[in-house]
């Protein structure tokens, strides 16, 4: 690992880590935690191990790259709902569904270590699709909790 992959983790590990700690400090409900914490954890672990060992290939594999798209539908999708769990709810589902787009580009254009290798990456994919739909449907129960709420 060079000296601008670390640079770039650590910058990364710490934006991560202020919208953890700041979504705790506004954010009382524990579902929404709950939800966050999730979502932030799918991706923590996806820029962890991108930048440990690469996900497709090894880490300076282009085919990568669909791992920022992901990345970067959730971000602008977070400043756009402005992290309300309605909005988030589909932010979090459609990152989701870029992940499942992203093992079908890999099975379908065989990209990665033939073999075990694809079965690897597959295996990582389901793992945060599993993830992001738990979040989204964390995020969900927010947003159904708060209309109760507000019918009582």
Known sequence: MNV??????LILFAVIFVTFY?????????????????ALGAIFVSLWVHGAVGIIGDSADPA????AAVLGIGVL???VTRLKPEGMSWVVTLMAVGVGAIALIVTIGNL?????????VLAFNGVLIALLLASAHRFRQVKSDHEEGEAA
Do not use: C, D, H, W
Request: net charge positive; hydrophobic share 40%.
């Open 64 to 67: 990568n790259l669909m791992y």
């Open 4 to 9: 601008s992959t670390v640079l770039e983790f």
């Open 22 to 38: 700041f979504v705790y400090r506004v954010n009382r409900n524990k579902r929404y935690r709950q939800a966050i914490s999730l």
């Open 77 to 79: 999708g977070a400043a």
């Open 112 to 120: 990665g270590a033939p073999g075990s290798g694809r079965i690897t």
